[in-house]
């Protein structure tokens, strides 16, 4: 009896599973499964591109069931989005016009976000910009044939200077820059409120923005109905793109971005480098308040600035801060802009969804930023055999 015991004891159960010593593997249950995140140390631009454009892809796809499910039929959307947008000559020219500040503006925010600043203020900045154009042609200053020059430098000027109190309160004090460029926004805003219901109400018409500027105070159009301010824009991006990517600035950007102590520890400027692209995205962000002013509005306006702080960050994220792409996307966020409105001519979709449109997409392409960075490796196959 005792034999008889010992040899049940001994015998397997019907849910073990013999070990296998002949060298091949058996297969371990999913639940039994054990991942490890990790960081990737390099991935093939291919490979980047694809998972990119699988993610816009993916984001695209639900922004046309969005719509389809906001009443817009389906078979429209290819029609609205690329035939009427990019091949009606009319709505082409009003892409181009909605595109010139939204490269600068998305420039000024790949620009600081190189440095590892994040620049929220743009619309502040943008707002100072045109404060300063306006400024010029108010008070009369200069002569007419450099009237318009001085207010280019007076935009750039002041876009610079407005962002240069976050970028010292960030570097001596360590102040987050995220909250001080917020708030300034709203100083800046509240003052805009001030000069056009104020001092700079236009007396004619008596509405809250400023007189009209003169005609050698606008930027000229090209022909063709087409302004110059994408032309400037387009020379911005090219000086941008040289900047960061042929320059000495640029190496130290690519360093500062990596690890700033580690930059500084090899001899990189971090400091001069940091204060350099965050006054440059000032500058930059101030010349698309000067865009929008003397080439859009003809005048300062109350609410010209609203956003596009928003719309230049989500082109320096989707184009991670490269200034060729940049442009690349805001021409395509232009784009969204006006088939937006389009829609709600037509179809009664509101604007919101446009701007729901842009959250969607900027999530999947999060998304996908995850799967470049990162990867699951599979771990503790072994110990559990």
Known sequence: MADASLAADMAPSPQAKPAMHDGTRTAQPLA??????????????????????????????????????????????????VTQTFFDGQNFRAVLFQAAPMILVGLAGSMAFRARFWNLGLEGQ????????????????????LRLPLMFVAAVGCGLLWVLGPAWLKLKLGVNEIISTLMLNYMAANFLLH?????????????????????????????????????????????????????????????????????????????????????????????????????????????????????????????????????????LVAALFVTGRSLQVFYQVPFSMVQLIQAVIVVCVAASDFFIRHRLRRVGGEAAQ
């Open 195 to 331: 000069l056009v219901y104020g001092s700079w109400k236009d007396p004619k018409d008596n509405f809250p923005y400023s007189p009209q500027f003169r005609a050698f105070e606008r930027l000229p159009e090209l022909g063709a109905g087409v302004g110059s301010a994408i032309l400037l824009a387009g020379i911005v991006a090219l000086l941008a793109w040289w900047l960061v990517g042929v320059s000495r600035v640029g190496l130290y950007l690519r360093f500062v971005d990596a690890n700033p102590r580690v930059a500084h520890a090899n001899g990189v400027p971090v400091r001069r480098t940091i204060y350099g692209a965050v006054l440059l995205s000032g500058a930059m962000a101030g010349l698309a308040g000067f865009a929008v002013a003397a080439g859009q509005e003809g005048r300062l306006t109350q609410a010209f600035y609203q956003g596009y702080g928003f719309s230049g960050i989500l082109i320096a994220f989707l184009a991670r801060n490269n200034p060729l792409a940049a442009t690349v996307v805001a021409l």
């Open 32 to 81: 039994g499964r054990r991942y490890a995140l990790e960081i990737r140390q390099h991935m093939a631009w291919r490979w980047q591109a694809l998972i990119l454009a699988a993610a816009l892809a993916l984001g695209f796809a639900i922004s046309a069931a969005i719509l389809v499910a906001a009443g817009v039929p389906a078979d429209e959307l290819a029609n609205e989005f």
């Open 126 to 145: 943008m707002v100072w910009g045109a404060i300063g154009a306006t400024a010029v042609s108010m008070w009369q200053i200069g002569p007419e044939n």
